[in-house]
């Protein structure tokens, strides 16, 4: 990767979550979000999302440790994440790293795919010639809003994505009482402000506690209360980004107290929630292009001052040479 040059000094990408980190949230729809980063150092400490995600590095070397490996992302490379998989994240060199990513719910996948279990990528490195230009052109222009025939076309063209290099890791189990754990699902979703026993769920779901915590996970690639969870914290982060106090958003979304909070908003995103608020708050970073799409001029990344031309543009990720890449 070049360095890049402000006044003949070696400058670094971004400094990291906490400290100059730059997140900007795109257009998104119910259970898709898009997502641009540009961070150094190591980003992020080891953390699970309960959705599938699949981005891809636009500048600089990702690296990451899953399932017991170190992997690393090169510009133009793609990265499938399952969910409920425990990952970190940190740039390869002192020069950090930029990438684009979607997070989609696997609710919306197991509907794409008629209700089969979920698929497992083994291989979390993605080339581009075996992603294909139906899933880079959903992260091609991330600020356009979608609307709902556009959010079932970015879960299809997923969804076939993890189907063609997946497999079923539930082969052989038996079938799934959809209907049931659905339900479940439902209730954590719409109520996550209050704990449920697990009384409560056998009852709406009728399946005992064990059938329904085996089966929601092979639905939903995770548990009923780390789905919870994860939907207090969805909460948090909007509410924490319109600048409500953390005391109370953790007293809102059904957290004991702001340490709560704080915990487990570092256990889901390897980040403090003022960490990644003021990350977002600085979010106007454009890290590059989407390989496969085309570039509007070179994009910038804003630090210190200083304007610096991102490392997709340097390191030669045009259009024309993913293009050549994806027909290989």
């Known amino acids: ?122 291989d979390p490195v993605i ?49 799934l009482d959809l209907d049931a754990v659905r339900r479940v699902r439902a209730l954590l979703r719409d109520d996550f402000a209050h704990p449920h026993r697990a009384a409560d769920l056998e009852r709406v779901s009728g399946l005992d506690r064990w059938s329904l915590a085996r089966q929601f996970r092979a639905a939903f690639g995770t548990s009923p209360t780390r789905f919870r969870t994860m939907r207090q914290l969805d909460a948090a982060r909007r509410s924490l980004g319109a600048g409500v106090p953390p005391a109370e958003v953790a007293a809102a979304v059904g957290f004991a107290d702001q340490s709560h909070l704080t915990r487990m908003f570092k256990r889901a995103y390897g980040v403090t929630p003022a960490a990644w608020t003021a990350a977002v708050r600085g979010g106007a970073a454009r890290v590059g292009p989407v390989p496969g799409g085309s570039a509007a001029g070179p994009d910038r990344v804003h630090h210190a001052g200083h304007v610096l031309t991102a490392a997709a543009e340097r390191d030669g990720l045009a259009e024309q040479r993913v293009a050549d890449v994806q027909q290989r």
Request: net charge negative; hydrophobic share 40%.
């Open 127 to 175: 080339r581009p010639a075996r992603v294909g230009a139906a899933v880079a052109n959903w992260l091609r222009h991330i600020d356009d809003p979608l609307d709902d025939v556009e959010a079932a076309e970015i879960t299809a063209s997923v969804a076939d994505l993890l189907r063609a290099h997946g497999t079923d890791p539930v082969r052989g189990r038996a079938a």
């Open 1 to 122: 990767m070049r360095n890049f040059a402000v006044s003949g000094q070696k400058t670094p990408l971004m400094s990291g979550i906490g400290h100059a980190a730059r997140l900007r949230f795109g257009g998104g729809a119910a259970g898709i979000e898009r997502m641009e980063a540009a961070l150094v150092g190591t980003a992020f400490e080891p953390h699970r999302h309960d959705t599938y995600a699949i981005g891809v590095t636009l500048a600089g070397v990702q690296t990451f440790r899953y399932r017991g490996e170190q992997r690393h992302c090169l510009p133009g490379q793609w990265h499938v994440l399952h969910p409920d998989e425990p990952h970190d994240g940190a740039a390869g060199t002192e020069l950090g790293f930029g990438y684009r990513i979607l997070y989609l719910d696997p609710a919306l996948v197991q509907d794409a795919l008629g209700g089969r279990p979920l698929p497992f990528v083994a």
